[in-house]
Nanobody, 115 residues
Framework: QVQLVESGGGSVQAGGSLRLSCATS????????MGWFRQAPGKEREGVAF???????VYANSVKGRFTISQDNAENTLYLQMNSLKPEDTAMYYC?????????RGQGTQVTVSS
């Protein structure tokens, strides 16, 4: 069974940085696509960044140039480096994986950015 466990969230001031981690275990086919979603209170869930088996990456326009997704296959860990954080980045961030990039999801880690 695929398991995803996020960590690294926290509170930071605008302009600051955080690095989220997602420890993964389970079937290797889940690596077809891995990524991060976020959801703020009262808002719809938003796809933030995705990385595919061929190394290709996709980012939401709202985070392009500020966030970087990467993975360490040896450590079975997915990362999201978040720089120049803005208050509007405040949300629960979820790690996801699978053929559809969202077949499996973790419990989430909270990111709060204050102005």
């Amino acid at each position: 069974q695929v398991q995803l466990v996020e960590s690294g969230g926290g509170s930071v001031q605008a302009g600051g940085s955080l690095r989220l981690s997602c420890a993964t275990s389970g079937y290797t086919y889940s690596r077809f696509c891995m990524g991060w979603f976020r959801q703020a209170p009262g808002k719809e869930r938003e796809g933030v960044a995705f990385i595919y088996a061929d190394g290709g990456t996709v980012y939401a326009n709202s985070v392009k140039g500020r966030f970087t997704i990467s993975q360490d296959n040896a450590e079975n860990t997915l990362y999201l480096q978040m720089n120049s954080l803005k208050p509007e980045d405040t949300a629960m961030y979820y790690c996801a994986a699978g053929v559809s990039c969202n077949n499996y999801r973790g419990q989430g880690t909270q990111v709060t950015v204050s102005s």
